[in-house]
């Protein structure tokens, strides 16, 4: 069966496909679908649309690839009022990356307004420009941060969550204390169990992608056929590759803490035919 590659893959767009005036984004570490939008201004579903992307393509963006930017966007720091700016003074042992994932903007962006290359080596005591709109967006009350975390910021990617009675003849990957679903842009359930137990497949597949995700920490999506894709999130180490085939029951990897509620959480979606379903009702050997 072939892979969806709409759903696991960017396509990688041609300098010559795209219109001189329309921007493009080149995806670096740390940035998402969201991020960018963000730091553009303008809408997440104008930039899925753009990309001819579904909201399952925000957990495969790569390193490198190009993201088409709709028109309406601010291209170039000269068209943004000095106004929209704050200053942020670089604390030791702060990175470009800390700081962009604080303020919730992209590293490049960071760097684009501060007119920096990607060899320039932050110093404490620099003073970084960040826009008024990242700041708004910020808690007055977060205490700044102490250096870098090596688990990101879950927040880049929203997930309101609305917790349900747990059905307790419903096999989950792990052992369920808590089984709550997310309710925002993306669709699956959020499933509390114990920090570092196993997280087993529920059902034999391949797996076509395995490596981190910002905000998910370790994630691993196995195909299954039917058109189903199985998409196990919040692991802390894999214990599978891209091209292993995995049994029901298999070892995927080992759970992890949530960087946002410090909870150990396994974040499962399901998708048939590109379409989402409630995990509770995907098919289990």
């Known amino acids: 069966m072939r892979v969806h590659h709409s759903i696991l893959y960017l396509l990688l767009i041609s300098v010559a496909c795209i219109a001189a005036e329309e921007p493009v984004h080149v995806i670096q570490r740390g940035d998402t679908i969201y991020s960018i939008a963000r730091s553009y201004g303008v ?33 170039s720091v000269s068209s943004v009022p000095a106004a929209a700016f704050t200053e942020h003074r670089v604390a030791k042992g702060e990175t ?10 992209t590293l490049q962006s960071l760097r684009n307004v501060n007119q920096v290359s990607e060899s320039y080596i932050l110093k404490e005591g620099d003073v970084l420009r960040i826009p008024t709109t990242a700041v708004a967006g910020t808690s007055k ?36 204390q808590e089984v709550s679903y997310m309710t925002g ?47 196990y ?28 509620s410090e909870k150990p959480q396994l974040f499962l979606m399901v998708y048939r035919n590109n379409n989402p379903m409630d995990p509770a009702r995907a098919p289990r050997a």
Do not use: H
Request: aromatic share 6%; net charge positive.
């Open 96 to 105: 470009f990356y800390g700081i962009a994932r604080r303020y919730g903007i």
């Open 185 to 231: 842009k993306l669709n699956g359930v959020v499933v509390v169990g114990e920090k570092s137990e196993s997280i087993r497949n529920l059902i034999q597949g391949t797996v076509v992608s395995a490596g981190p995700y910002r905000g998910f920490g370790k994630v691993a999506i196995i195909q299954v056929a039917g058109g189903y894709l199985y998409v």
């Open 43 to 75: 809408r997440v579903e104008d930039v899925l649309s753009l990309n001819g992307m579904t909201d399952t393509d925000v957990l495969r963006i790569q390193v490198g690839q190009r993201i088409r930017i709709p028109g309406n966007a601010q291209s």
């Open 233 to 260: 999130g919040g692991c802390e180490s894999l214990s599978v590759k891209v091209g292993d085939r995995v049994a029901s029951g298999t070892e995927l990897g080992k759970l992890g803490i949530d960087a946002v």
């Open 141 to 176: 009350t977060s205490p700044a941060p102490q250096g870098d975390r090596s688990t990101p910021a879950a927040g880049t990617v929203p997930r309101l969550t609305e917790t349900r009675p747990m059905d307790a003849s419903i096999r989950w990957p792990v052992k369920a």
